[in-house]
C-alpha cells in the first residue's frame, strides 16, 4: 500500500495530510475540553502524564523503525509529548511566576518582561523537554523530535505574535485560571513581527516539502511530508490570527465550559463622542440595585469616567472600568475576560456598557458576539444617546456612526433637548422616522431618565442598513500634580473651542486651581469648566481627528505652582468668576 501511494503521488499527500489533520485537530481539542473545568485538573496532568512518560519510553525503539509507520509513530509520539506542556500549562501546574496586573500605562520592554516572568516555568520545562525528546531518539528516525520542535518553534512565534497584536486573540479558549493572561495580549490587524515568523515558517515548509518529494524512499518521504504538513498546518494558524472574522476550529473544546446559570441582559450606553452618556449613566445609578454591573471603556489611557461615576455609585451596583482602547479594538483581549470575572463574582442579571464614543458599532457588538462571549449573555441591546444638535450639524461621517447607532437600538435617547428649537426637533422626529420606526424614543436634558423606560425587548441588536466610517481618532492625554490658573485654562479652552488645537471631538479633564477644583466638559463645540469635587490628582483627555499636541504645551504653561503641596490657600479675583460662593 505504501509502495502505492508513492507511485501516487495525490494520494500520498492526500492521506498523509489527512492523517496529519485529524491527530493535530484532535490533539488540539482533546486538550482544550480536558482542560476548561478546574474540577478536572487534578485527573487531567495525572493522564497526560502517564500518557507522556509511555511515549517517551517508546521513542528509542520508535527511532530505530525506518518505516513509513515508524513516522506515523514518531509523528503521534512527537504530538503527545508536546501535549503534556500545554495540558501542564492550562490546568495551571506548571506557569509562571505570580505577577500583579500591569496598569494600563505599561508597556514596552517592562510589559514584555512582566509577560516573560508570568509563564517562565512553563517555558523552562519545555527546555527540559527537548533535552528528553532529543534524549529519547538516538535513531535515525526523528520525526518525534521535528514534531516536537516544529510546535516549539511555532509555539513561540504565535506567542509573540499575539503580544504584539493580531485580530483574533482567540482568548475565550483559555481556562478561568488563566483569564490573567489576557493583560498580555494586544488587538490589532496586524504587527511588525508577523510577516518574519510567517515567511521564515514557510521558507521551512518548502523546503521539507521538497526534500519530501525528493526522498529515496518511503520512510524519508512520510517523515519529510508529515513534518512539511505540520509545519503548514502551523501556518495556517498564524494566518487565521489576523482574519477579519475569527475562526471557530476549535470551538467543540469549549463544549466542557460551564455556560452561567442566569445569564445577564446586556444594555450597551452608546453614542458618538459627547453626547452625554456618561451624565445618563450617573442618573441610571441611583436607579440600579445589586443585580446590576456597569462596565465603563475608556479611549484614552486616563480614564475620568470610571472615576465620575463612582461618586455616585453604590456597593449595589459596582462599576468596572476599562482604559486604554475602545472595547472592540485593543481592549477585545479583555471583553470575555472581564464578563467572565463579573459573571462570576457579582451574578448580575443585568450588566449595562458604556463604551468609547470612539467605538464602531459594528466592531463592539462583533466583540461581544465571539466564541466564549456571546454563550455567556442574555439578550444584547443598544440604548443610543444622541446629542441632537450634533446629529443634524455635524459633518457626514459623524452623522453616519451616529445614525448606525440609531438604526440598532432598541431605545433612542435624545438628549441635550434644551438647546434645541422646535425646528431641529421637528427635523430630528422625521430623521428617527426614517432611520428607525420602531424604536422608542425618550427626549431629556442633561441624560435624566427613568431605568423603566428602557425598551425592555428581548431580541438580540442588529445592525442597520448605515455602515459607519472608520473614523481615525487620536487622543493625547496627561496628568499633573500642579495647580492650576482658572482664568487661563479658560482662555486656553475658549481657544480650543474655536479650532486653534486642530480637530478635537471631545475633550474632558479635571485641574486642581488655587480656589478649588474644576471640570472641563467640550463636545459639540460647546465648553463649560465648572467646579466639581477634588480627584487624585488633575489630568486632561482630548479625542478628535486631528488634536494638537501644542494643547497640553498651553494648558502646562496655566500652572502656578508645581506641586499641590505649594499650593496657595487663597481665591484670586480671577478665579472667583469659576467657583461657586459658600453660604
Known sequence: MAFTLLQSPWLFWLGLS??????????????????????????????????????????????HMTTPLGAALGFLAGIVAWGWFETSYYTGYVVGMEVPPCPPQCGGWRHFIHGVKANLYHELSIFVGFALVWWATPGPNQVALWTFTIHWWMHQSAKLNVFFGVRNLNEEYLPEHLRRMTQFFSKRPINWFFPFSVTISTAWAHWLFYRALQAPDRFTATAYGLASVLMALAILEHWWLILPQPVGVWAWGLLSRRAPEVKPTVDVIGGFLGSGKTTLLRHLLPQLGDKTVVLVNEFADVGLDGARLREGSTEDAPVVELAGGCLCCTLSRNV?????????????ERILIEPSGAAALSDLLGTLHQPGCRELLGPIRVVAVVDGKQWLLADRAVQMAIAAYVEAAATVVINKCDSLSQAELAR????????????????????????????????????????????????????????????????????????????????????????????????????????????????????????????????????????????????????????????
Open 336 to 348: 470575555a475576560a472581564t464578563l467572565l470575572r463579573i459573571i462570576r463574582e457579582h451574578a448580575p
Open 428 to 583: 430630528l422626529q422625521q430623521r428617527l422616522a426614517g432611520c428607525n420606526p420602531a424604536a422608542k424614543v425618550i427626549y431629556t436634558s442633561f441624560g435624566r431618565l427613568d431605568l423603566r423606560d428602557l425598551s425592555d425587548t428581548q431580541d438580540d441588536a442588529c445592525l442597520g442598513e448605515t455602515l459607519a466610517p472608520r473614523l481615525a481618532f487620536r487622543q493625547i492625554s496627561e496628568t499633573f500634580s500642579a495647580v492650576f490658573d482658572a482664568a487661563g485654562l479658560q482662555q486656553v479652552f475658549e481657544a480650543m473651542t474655536a479650532g486653534d488645537f486642530g480637530d478635537i471631538s471631545r475633550a474632558k479633564g479635571v485641574f486642581k486651581t488655587t480656589g478649588g477644583w474644576l471640570r472641563l466638559e467640550y463636545a459639540g463645540q460647546a465648553m463649560s469648566l465648572n467646579p466639581c469635587a477634588a480627584a487624585s490628582e488633575s489630568s486632561l483627555v482630548v479625542i478628535g481627528r486631528e488634536p494638537s499636541s501644542n494643547l497640553l504645551a498651553a494648558v502646562r504653561q496655566t500652572i502656578i505652582a508645581p506641586t499641590a503641596a505649594s499650593a496657595p490657600a487663597v481665591v484670586s479675583p480671577a478665579e472667583a468668576h469659576y467657583l461657586t460662593t459658600a453660604s
Open 18 to 63: 489527512l492523517f496529519a489533520v485529524a491527530v493535530w485537530w484532535a490533539a488540539t481539542v482533546i486538550i482544550i475540553f480536558a482542560c476548561g473545568r478546574r474540577s478536572w485538573r487534578r485527573a487531567v496532568i495525572v493522564l497526560s502524564s502517564l500518557v507522556s512518560v509511555a511515549a517517551l519510553a517508546g521513542m528509542p525503539a520508535i527511532s
